[in-house]
């Protein structure tokens, strides 16, 4: 703005009126002469003291025409336009940087990955950014960071969690311990990554306790709120005297420990007859193959028009394996048949005894319904309630199968084969009654259907079934409750009936299997790969598989805005 200075004498005012003040749009605006672009005190705006300012730093310049002081008024108008534009410029820069260092995270490429170019029209906009490998390490980092302190403020906050634990080994021979956590906020119940930690020395459960109680301790986290503790079936994690579980159970004892359901059902299925075992290997040996076997197999399947012109591999730690290799075997039998006889091999007896086709055909049937099994109980949000549900029905099947087998083979004139298939699916059932025994799920009836429960028949204190009473009476809730998912009918709940859902809770928050921590395993195996053994994996685990967002306005406020070099 020009400075007009009024109520003056002409005689006065003259120089004055030549001397423009320049005010900085700031949060505090302060005067700034246009010819040095010295910053003014509010004082210097006095008559006296800018014509000092004028006569003592300007003396050439008492006497120029208004048009001078206009131009350089002018002139700075435009240097502070020009800053002020590449600074916003560098901002942008600055806040797309982490924006790109969180995508190469979530799609677990090389930090180099930027480096890819994008045509001449991006180049000068993409040149502003730091995409070095060195920037979008450090900006991982300091995402990675904000989200783990938005997570523990969030269990902080709720003070009740329930977590899934497992350790493998990734490619650089570093075991990894993994673990996933479960709790209610804002009305919902979360499920995100807590940390992938590794293990110095023996993955004992000494070492592995001291792992997560180190982790509790140095972020403020009391063992009082956890509830439940799930892991899959390993000594380390289950053992009766100094396992994970009992170290655990030692800092609160009212936590719910759960073996992981998938691996039971896995350990369930592996157990087979001897006969039965035989063919199992048999029908093994046929898809191992060597390379030039594949190829010349792939071309007589083409050449027959079949659907697929491969057999699938069988692998033990994959759980739905055996179930695809029997039946991608059993459709391409005739091809099999024809390739083994074309190469003199012995397999090719088996594929020309009925019998053993059929016991092939059972086979396939029967790890055909185990993986439909297996793969229902897979899954994010799933309870011990579900999970059981769907373990009893299908033990209920093999019951079903197991009568029916005789009564519609009574005339079949194969009586080994239907023996062979009837004591198999005994032993299926006994392995599941000793797996899954433990699992008492009607007395929590009243947690799955409330309105359908039977109130003498429910041990809660009388406080609680108080409650209970009230809520199969609420009609607002008796409406909700068959269109929403169990957790979020009782996170509704909890407002009306603390007490009661507060007990929903310590039966459906515990995880029923440790399917999360299989899936951080599976992200650790994509990024951590040969070429980058030497990576410290847990900032980018956490950025690819938590469900919280970085706060990118505080990360950037945080840092100065530059252009990439």
């Known amino acids: 703005c020009i400075l007009k200075i009024k109520n003056m004498k002409k005689n006065r005012c003259c120089n004055f009126l030549k001397l423009l003040i320049h005010f900085n749009l700031n949060d505090q605006p302060r005067p700034q002469c246009v010819i040095c672009s010295q910053i003014l005190a509010n004082e210097a705006m006095k008559p006296a003291k800018l014509r000092r300012h004028l006569k003592t730093n300007h003396t050439d310049c008492s006497e120029k025409p208004l048009e ?264 391409l039998r005739d091809a099999v048949r024809e390739f083994l006889g074309g190469k003199n091999s012995q397999l090719v007896v088996h594929l020309n005894d009925n019998s053993w086709v059929a016991a092939l055909a059972y086979l396939a049937d029967i790890f055909e319904q185990l993986n439909k099994l297996n793969s229902s109980l897979q899954g994010k949000h799933t309870n011990l309630i579900t999970l059981s549900d769907k373990v009893s029905a299908f033990m209920k099947k093999l019951d079903l199968w197991k009568t029916r087998l005789f009564q519609e083979n009574a005339e079949i004139n194969k009586p080994e084969l239907v023996k062979l298939i009837s004591e198999h699916i005994q032993s299926l059932l006994d392995q599941f009654n000793f797996y899954f025994g433990d699992l008492n799920v009607e007395s929590f009836s009243w947690v799955s259907s409330p309105f359908l429960a039977h109130i003498d028949s429910i041990n809660l204190p009388t406080s609680e079934l108080n409650q209970l009473i009230e809520l199969t009476s609420d009609t607002t809730l008796k409406m909700m409750h068959p269109r929403v998912s169990l957790m979020k009918f009782w996170t509704q709940a909890s407002h009306e009936y603390p007490e009661l859902s507060q007990k929903a809770f310590k039966i459906i928050l515990p995880f029923a299997t440790s399917y999360l921590c299989e899936c951080g395993f599976s992200a650790l195996v994509t990024i951590k790969t040969k070429c980058r053994s030497r990576l410290e994996v847990e900032d980018e685990l956490r950025l690819s598989l938590s469900s919280i967002t970085p706060h990118l306005d505080k990360l950037c406020s945080n840092l100065q805005a530059q252009g990439s070099h």
């Not at 523990?152 to 990734?170: G, M, N, V």
């Not at 390993?234 to 994970?244: E, H, N, P, Y």
């Not at 009992?246 to 009212?254: F, K, L």
Request: glycine share 4%.
């Open 68 to 331: 001078y002081f206009m131009r350089k008024k002018h002139s700075l108008d435009n240097q502070k336009s020009c800053i002020l534009q590449a600074t916003k410029v560098n901002e942008k820069a600055l806040r797309a940087s982490f924006l790109v260092a969180i995508r190469v995270a979530q799609a677990k490429k090389p930090h180099t990955i930027c480096r890819e170019m994008f045509g001449k029209a991006l180049a000068s906009k993409l040149k502003t950014i730091p995409i070095s490998n060195d920037t979008i390490q450090r900006r991982i980092t300091l995402a990675a960071a904000d989200v783990e302190e938005q997570l523990i403020s969030r269990l902080q906050d709720c003070k009740q969690f329930a977590i899934q634990l497992d350790e493998s080994t990734d490619v650089s021979g570093q075991a990894q311990l993994i673990a996933y956590v479960r709790y209610i906020w804002m009305d919902e119940v979360e499920e995100d990554f807590l940390f992938c930690k590794v293990c110095p020395g023996h993955t004992t459960s000494a070492e592995l306790f001291a792992i997560l109680d180190n982790f509790m301790a140095a972020n403020s986290i009391e063992w009082s709120w956890c509830i439940g503790v799930c892991t899959d079936g390993a000594a380390a994690m289950t053992g009766k005297r100094t396992g994970l579980w009992e170290r655990v159970r030692s800092n609160v004892p009212t936590a719910t420990f759960m073996h992981c359901m998938i691996h039971r059902e896995s350990l369930a299925s592996k157990r087979m007859n001897a006969n039965l075992k035989s063919i199992f290997d048999q029908a093994i040996k046929i898809v191992k193959a060597h390379p030039l076997n594949s190829r010349l197999f792939a071309s007589l399947c083409s050449n027959m028009d079949f659907d697929h012109e491969q057999l699938l591999m069988h692998t033990e730690v994959r759980w739905l394996s055996r179930g695809k290799v029997f039946n991608r075997l059993f459709e």
